[in-house]
């Protein structure tokens, strides 16, 4: 068949709601697309346990010490679920590691941030994390099966990391006059990255019109983030916060809140390696890596042993 031919018929497939599965002939550039989206979405997950894991050893109680043992777990389990999604397009997870601890590949920003105080995991819960939801539940309706499955799992996981969040918060914003100052400090350090996180407008995405035609994406960046918007402002709210945004106002016409500019700059020198702690994730990845590799140097003994066993039974 003609490439035009296939393209055709690819296109035609998406455009019915199908799912692409993985031993399917699929467009270069759909792999191409497909592996820069799940590799980046997988290294974010291994890369955000690093500012919430820093305070396990500190939480104010035995109960939010373990639940934050757990939400940490959960994110390693994310990054595992997506290593396996993005290996089914051809690419090995060894690679995939290389180029995050060499710097191609890119992680989301927001994890180039400090998490100064308690509330800060509280913040990370409820916007990092409530940002990641209503992305996520987009990726679960795109149109490569093995990623959208992975997000299906994935989203239930983070609600359940939203809400624990959105309960630091509230309890710090409704105690003590320090705790509602450290609540509110932390709303106003994570709201701008917040908004970044979800990606460039739609105008200045590079990507955003070829993931879009092929439904890996199913919706803008803009739509996503007005999204998040109008779900965390009546929180913020409620829980007696103040949105650090002077330019904040409720269109009763759209029914939308709007947002004053974002800080595109800010974003695009973090991406660049520029944020307050991009050295400090990179030197913590390839720390690990290169203390890990003792480890997959006696599994991967292990495992060849077990296989000369085997093929000395079978001789």
Not at 123 to 143: E, H, K, P
Not at 261 to 268: G, Q
Request: with cysteine.
């Amino acid at each position: 068949m003609e490439l035009a031919e296939r393209e055709k018929e690819f296109q035609e497939k998406i455009d019915k709601g199908q799912k692409i599965e993985a031993k399917e002939w699929m467009p270069e550039n759909y792999r191409k697309q497909l592996i820069r989206m799940i590799s980046q979405h997988a290294h974010s997950e291994i890369v955000g346990m690093l500012p919430e894991g820093n305070w396990i050893t500190r939480a104010p109680s035995l109960r939010r010490k373990a639940v934050l043992l757990a939400k940490v777990q959960d994110e390693a389990g994310h990054g595992l679920y997506l290593y396996s999604a993005a290996e089914t397009l051809g690419i090995d997870r060894e690679k995939m590691i290389e180029q995050l601890i060499t710097g191609k590949a890119k992680y989301s920003s927001i994890f180039n941030y400090p998490t100064l105080t308690w509330a800060d995991i509280g913040a990370i819960g409820w916007l990092v994390d409530g940002a990641a939801i209503v992305n996520q539940t987009m990726l679960a309706r795109g149109s490569y099966g093995p990623y959208s499955r992975a997000m299906v799992r994935i989203c239930k996981e983070e609600s359940f990391h939203n809400r624990q969040g959105y309960e630091i918060i509230y309890e710090l914003a409704n105690g003590t006059p320090e705790q509602k100052k450290m609540a509110q400090d932390s709303l106003n350090r994570w709201w701008g990255p917040s908004m970044q996180m979800l990606g460039p407008s739609d105008a200045d995405s590079k990507n955003s019109a070829e993931t879009m035609k092929w439904k890996i994406k199913v919706e803008s960046n803009d739509t996503v983030r007005q999204r998040f918007i109008d779900r965390t402002v009546p929180q913020a709210i409620a829980a007696g916060l103040t949105i650090p945004d002077p330019d904040l106002k409720f269109n009763e016409e759209t029914q939308h809140w709007e947002i004053g500019d974002i800080d595109w700059e800010e974003f695009y020198q973090v991406i660049k390696g520029y944020g307050p702690c991009n050295h400090k994730r990179m030197k913590a990845r390839q720390d690990a890596e290169a203390e890990g590799a003792w480890v997959r140097e006696a599994a991967a003994a292990h495992a060849e042993k077990k296989r000369n066993k085997k093929a000395h039974q079978a001789a």
